[in-house]
C-alpha cells in the first residue's frame, strides 16, 4: 500500500513538473506582453540571430529558406533575446501557414525612414522581411492581427494570436514597427523595423563604473540570445 502510494506521488510530481514545463513559454510571453519587458539594449549585428534561426526552425518542416542578408547591414540597437523571440513568433506563423511545407523569404537591408512613415521617426533602421506563401490573411482580420489571443486556427489559418501580439509589443517598445502585407497572389510580408543608435549615445561617461548592471549591458550582443 506504501509502495502504492510512493508511486502515485511520484508520478504525480513528475505530471505537475512537465506541465509546468510546458506553461513556462507562454509565462514568458505573457510577461513580455504585460510589462514590455526588461530590455537590455545594445548595438549588434541581427543577421547571425536571423541565420541561427532559420537554421534552429528547420527541423522536421518541409520548409525551403530564401535568405538575403546582405554584408553592410548596420548593428541595430536592441534587445538581442527579445529581438530573437519576436522574429521567431513570426517565422513560427509563417510556418503554421504552410502545414504542407512551401518556401519562406528571410532578407533585410538598410533603410532611411523619412516624413513619408508617420508611424516611424525619421533616421536610420534595418528593415527584416519575412515572407511566406501559405494561407492569406483576410482583409477583415488584418485590423486585429497584432491583437492578443485573436487566432484563425479555429478556421485552418494561421496561429496569430499571443505570439504576434509579443511580437508587435517588443517593437514597440524598441521605437520599431511591423507591418504586414497579405495577398492571395503575393503571399504573406512581415516587415520589421528596427533602429540603428545613433554614434554619440554609444559614448561612455569617463566616470561610469562597472556594476553588475553595467556588465549585463555590456554583454556580447548574441550572448543575448
Same mark, same amino acid.
Given at each position: 500500500s506504501n509502495m502504492i502510494t510512493s508511486l502515485f506521488q511520484h508520478e504525480r510530481i513528475r505530471t505537475t513538473v512537465a506541465k509546468a514545463k510546458e506553461a513556462r513559454p507562454l509565462a514568458e510571453k505573457l510577461i513580455t506582453f504585460a510589462k514590455g519587458g526588461f530590455t537590455v539594449r545594445e548595438i549588434g549585428p541581427i543577421d547571425g540571430i536571423l541565420r541561427e534561426l532559420a537554421d534552429s526552425m528547420d527541423k522536421g518542416e518541409d520548409i525551403h529558406w530564401r535568405i538575403s542578408l546582405p554584408p553592410d547591414l548596420w548593428p541595430v540597437y536592441g534587445d538581442g533575446r527579445q529581438l530573437r523571440q519576436a522574429f521567431k513568433n513570426i517565422i513560427e506563423n509563417s510556418i503554421e501557414a504552410m502545414p504542407e511545407g512551401g518556401h519562406i523569404e528571410l532578407s533585410a537591408e538598410n533603410v532611411v525612414v523619412g516624413p513619408y512613415m508617420p508611424s516611424l521617426s525619421q533616421g536610420d533602421y534595418v528593415k527584416v522581411s519575412i515572407k511566406d506563401r501559405g494561407s492569406e490573411i483576410d482583409a477583415e482580420d488584418m485590423p486585429r492581427i497584432f491583437d492578443p489571443y485573436f487566432t484563425t486556427k479555429r478556421d485552418g489559418g494561421r496561429g496569430a494570436g499571443l505570439g504576434l501580439a509579443v511580437s508587435y509589443s517588443i517593437l514597440?517598445?524598441? /521605437?520599431?514597427? =511591423? %507591418? $504586414? &502585407? *497579405?495577398?492571395?497572389? *503575393?503571399? %504573406? %510580408?512581415? /516587415? =520589421? +523595423? =528596427?533602429? $540603428?543608435? @545613433? @554614434? /554619440? $549615445? *554609444?559614448?561612455? *561617461?569617463?566616470? /561610469? &563604473?562597472?556594476?553588475? &548592471? %553595467? !556588465?549585463? !549591458?555590456? !554583454?556580447?550582443? +548574441?550572448s543575448n540570445v
Open positions: 514597440k517598445n524598441h /521605437d520599431g514597427l =511591423i %507591418t $504586414v &502585407e *497579405s495577398s492571395k497572389q *503575393s503571399g %504573406t %510580408t512581415f /516587415d =520589421i +523595423y =528596427i533602429p $540603428v543608435k @545613433p @554614434p /554619440d $549615445v *554609444s559614448a561612455a *561617461s569617463p566616470e /561610469d &563604473e562597472e556594476t553588475p &548592471e %553595467t !556588465r549585463e !549591458r555590456n !554583454r556580447p550582443f +548574441y
